[in-house]
């Protein structure tokens, strides 16, 4: 009797690299990129700021301002400037994290199917603004019961309008890094690019008249501005939806594009 032999697998070869053709659960990919985001120093040291920048905030109403601005929806307000700032360098990291560490390859044959690879990076993104926001709502309300201890205001009166504008200012801040990201394919030129393009046409609608209507429609700090303050209203919202549709919508599209057709070396 002739004994059939197995090839024996190369020493070091893992299990996951041998099934790299399955199809990887949608949920492990998010799970993945969730943790890659705090893996680097880079990512972790920024979840740390933004958690410190909002406890900073909220220390900031509790010292310097008037006892009646000391509200749960002032403190809520003012600590989403940190996280809208920083946010969105974690999902520029994201998307350019494989090109700029040169591990595309690695990634791409683990996950052939790179659409998923990049829908999974979007969602990761998407689910640290929720927390983010979430995290500053706690913030928020422990520095409103030290207001409350103080002699502050202390009113918890907060709009449920408000509450969800915030967090779409969030989520819709770290989808345009990620555009950004996914478009430019390098880390340094994707944010100077995030803070510098939206600053510089800012800028420019203010100084040229004749530039003032466009202004109010596709510049995105004009057009997010309204988010944390009250409910919109039907024309915010429209100026609103044009000016992502350029500032998220169109690089986000031109970003997948690259990443579905750019060659991995």
């Given at each position: 009797m002739t004994a059939l032999e197995t090839p024996a697998r190369p020493a070091g070869t893992d299990d996951r690299v041998a099934e790299a053709g399955a199809k990887v659960p949608?949920?492990?990919?998010?799970?993945?990129?969730?943790?890659?985001?705090?893996?680097?120093?880079?990512?972790l040291w920024l979840l740390i700021v933004i958690a410190l920048a909002s406890v900073a905030t909220a220390a900031i109403l509790l010292l310097a301002a008037p006892a009646e601005e000391q509200t749960f929806a002032g403190f809520f307000g003012f600590?989403?400037?940190?996280?809208?700032?920083?946010?969105?360098?974690?999902?520029?990291?994201?998307?350019?994290?494989?090109?700029?560490?040169?591990?595309?390859?690695?990634?791409?044959?683990?996950?052939?199917?790179?659409g998923r690879v990049f829908g999974s990076k979007l969602a990761a993104a998407v689910i640290i603004a929720v927390l983010a926001a979430a995290s500053t709502y706690v913030f928020a309300a422990a520095a409103?019961?030290?207001a409350i201890a103080a002699d502050g205001n202390g009113s918890w009166a907060l709009p449920w309008q408000v509450l969800l504008q915030c967090l779409a200012l969030q989520v819709l801040y770290v989808l345009m890094g990620s555009a950004f990201g996914a478009?430019?394919?390098?880390?340094?030129?994707?944010?100077?690019?995030?803070?510098?393009?939206?600053?510089?046409?800012?800028?420019?609608?203010?100084?040229i008249r004749s530039l003032r209507t466009a202004t109010s429609w596709l510049d995105i700090n004009t057009t997010?501005?309204?988010?944390?303050?009250?409910?919109?209203?039907?024309?915010?919202?429209?100026?609103?939806?044009?000016?992502?549709?350029?500032?998220?919508?169109?690089p986000l599209v031109a970003g997948a594009v690259r990443v579905l057709k750019r060659e991995v070396s």
């Open positions: 949608m949920l492990r990919l998010i799970a993945v990129e969730l943790r890659k985001l705090a893996d680097t120093r880079a990512g600590a989403q400037l940190p996280a809208g700032v920083l946010l969105p360098v974690l999902g520029i990291l994201s998307m350019t994290g494989e090109w700029s560490q040169r591990t595309a390859l690695t990634t791409f044959a683990l996950t052939p199917q790179r409103n019961l030290i478009l430019l394919m390098n880390t340094p030129l994707a944010i100077v690019g995030f803070f510098a393009l939206p600053m510089v046409w800012t800028i420019l609608g203010e100084a997010t501005a309204p988010l944390t303050e009250a409910a919109m209203t039907g024309g915010q919202w429209a100026r609103l939806g044009v000016s992502c549709a350029v500032w998220i919508l169109v």
